[in-house]
Protein backbone atom coordinates (compact mmCIF):
# COMPACT_ATOMS: atom_id res chain seq x y z
CA UNK A 1 0.00 0.00 0.00
CA UNK A 2 1.34 3.57 -1.09
CA UNK A 3 1.20 5.63 1.93
CA UNK A 4 1.84 10.15 2.17
CA UNK A 5 4.83 11.16 3.96
CA UNK A 6 5.82 14.55 5.22
CA UNK A 7 9.37 15.82 5.79
CA UNK A 8 10.17 16.17 8.82
CA UNK A 9 10.94 20.09 9.72
CA UNK A 10 14.99 20.41 10.43
CA UNK A 11 17.04 22.70 10.32
CA UNK A 12 20.14 23.28 8.01
CA UNK A 13 22.52 25.72 7.49
CA UNK A 14 23.58 26.73 3.58
CA UNK A 15 25.19 29.19 1.40
CA UNK A 16 24.23 30.67 -2.05
CA UNK A 17 27.47 30.14 -4.59
CA UNK A 18 27.70 33.70 -5.80
CA UNK A 19 31.04 32.43 -7.23
CA UNK A 20 33.55 33.53 -4.61
CA UNK A 21 35.28 30.37 -4.18
CA UNK A 22 36.77 31.43 -0.96
CA UNK A 23 33.46 31.94 0.70
CA UNK A 24 32.14 28.58 0.15
CA UNK A 25 35.40 26.85 1.03
CA UNK A 26 35.32 28.59 4.49
CA UNK A 27 31.63 27.02 4.86
CA UNK A 28 32.36 23.51 2.93
CA UNK A 29 36.08 23.15 2.95
CA UNK A 30 35.63 19.47 1.46
CA UNK A 31 34.67 21.74 -1.55
CA UNK A 32 37.56 21.89 -4.38
CA UNK A 33 37.69 24.72 -6.95
CA UNK A 34 37.66 22.80 -10.52
CA UNK A 35 40.55 23.23 -12.54
CA UNK A 36 39.33 24.78 -15.36
CA UNK A 37 38.95 27.95 -13.33
CA UNK A 38 35.38 28.11 -14.15
CA UNK A 39 33.06 29.52 -11.42
CA UNK A 40 32.04 26.51 -10.27
CA UNK A 41 32.79 24.26 -7.17
CA UNK A 42 32.86 20.31 -7.01
CA UNK A 43 31.19 18.99 -3.82
CA UNK A 44 31.85 15.43 -2.93
CA UNK A 45 28.98 13.90 -1.48
CA UNK A 46 27.73 10.62 -0.17
CA UNK A 47 27.10 9.54 -3.54
CA UNK A 48 29.91 11.01 -5.38
CA UNK A 49 31.58 13.96 -6.74
CA UNK A 50 28.63 17.04 -8.06
CA UNK A 51 29.10 20.54 -9.57
CA UNK A 52 28.29 23.25 -7.81
CA UNK A 53 26.92 26.23 -10.19
CA UNK A 54 26.72 29.97 -9.73
CA UNK A 55 22.92 30.37 -7.94
CA UNK A 56 23.09 26.57 -6.30
CA UNK A 57 22.83 25.93 -3.06
CA UNK A 58 25.29 24.54 -0.76
CA UNK A 59 23.66 22.90 2.18
CA UNK A 60 25.42 21.35 5.37
CA UNK A 61 22.88 18.08 5.94
CA UNK A 62 21.60 16.93 9.71
CA UNK A 63 24.67 14.74 10.14
CA UNK A 64 27.47 17.17 8.51
CA UNK A 65 27.72 15.96 4.75
CA UNK A 66 27.19 18.48 2.30
CA UNK A 67 25.76 18.82 -1.11
CA UNK A 68 24.72 21.25 -3.35
CA UNK A 69 20.91 22.26 -4.26
CA UNK A 70 19.45 24.09 -7.36
CA UNK A 71 18.03 27.73 -5.96
CA UNK A 72 14.17 26.22 -7.47
CA UNK A 73 14.47 23.11 -4.88
CA UNK A 74 15.66 25.01 -2.29
CA UNK A 75 13.27 27.32 -2.26
CA UNK A 76 10.84 24.96 -2.61
CA UNK A 77 12.11 23.22 0.31
CA UNK A 78 13.66 25.90 2.63
CA UNK A 79 12.53 28.98 4.39
CA UNK A 80 15.29 31.40 5.87
CA UNK A 81 14.78 30.69 10.01
CA UNK A 82 14.31 34.69 10.37
CA UNK A 83 11.23 34.70 8.13
CA UNK A 84 12.37 36.16 4.89
CA UNK A 85 12.00 34.46 1.78
CA UNK A 86 15.48 33.74 -0.27
CA UNK A 87 15.79 35.21 -3.31
CA UNK A 88 14.03 33.93 -6.08
CA UNK A 89 15.67 36.44 -8.47
CA UNK A 90 17.57 35.11 -11.03
CA UNK A 91 21.61 35.22 -10.20
CA UNK A 92 23.10 38.78 -11.26
CA UNK A 93 26.02 37.10 -12.81
CA UNK A 94 24.53 34.52 -14.73
CA UNK A 95 20.67 35.25 -14.94
CA UNK A 96 19.87 32.19 -14.15
CA UNK A 97 21.90 29.92 -16.48
CA UNK A 98 24.85 29.03 -14.27
CA UNK A 99 27.24 30.39 -16.95
CA UNK A 100 28.66 33.83 -15.68
CA UNK A 101 28.79 36.15 -19.35
Known sequence: M??????????????????????????????INPVDNKPSLIIPTLEG????????????GVKGEF???????FTATYEPMDGEKPSEEPCPRCSGSGEVK
Open 2 to 31: IKQYRKKPVVIEAIQFTGNNEECIAFCPTA
Open 49 to 60: NHICSVGDYIIM
Open 67 to 73: YPCKPDI
